[in-house]
Nanobody, 125 residues
Framework: VQLQASGGGLVQAGGSLMLSCAAS????????MGWFRQAPGKEREFVAG?????????WYADSVKGRFTISRDNAKNMVYLQMNSLTPGDTAVYYC??????????????????WGQGTLVTVSS
């Protein structure tokens, strides 16, 4: 599967932004999807994940729980990350990722097989 992330930009602290990730291929529903981010000088870190069917089967990093929401639309081959109450600490390049045919709640980047190119989110204070 090929992934294309979009929707990044500059936003003020307290604002909101929605990231989108478009996936190619006809087997999108067989992939668990994840969002990761990487700030300058830091390692890539897990943000959110969603099961193959979506719905309530989602999991989040503690740092974004209650502020970010991951969702997917299998009919459109899309996954989204709604980000609210943004802070300068959320500034990073955000990546969408995919792993096929698993039921595990992966949070390590090494567990995901496919990656998009990243989209930059900058939160100003």
């Amino acid at each position: 599967v090929q992934l294309q992330a979009s929707g990044g930009g500059l936003v003020q602290a307290g604002g909101s932004l929605m990231l989108s990730c478009a996936a190619s291929g006809r087997t999108f529903s067989s992939y668990r999807m994840g969002w990761f981010r990487q700030a300058p000088g830091k390692e890539r870190e897990f943000v959110a994940g969603i099961s193959r069917s979506g719905g309530s089967s989602t999991w989040y990093a503690d740092s974004v729980k209650g502020r970010f929401t991951i969702s997917r639309d299998n009919a459109k081959n899309m996954v989204y990350l709604q980000m609210n109450s943004l802070t300068p600490g959320d500034t990073a390049v955000y990546y969408c990722s995919a792993v096929q045919n698993t039921n595990y709640f992966y949070t390590r980047s090494a567990d995901y097989t496919y990656w998009g190119q990243g989209t930059l989110v900058t939160v100003s204070s």
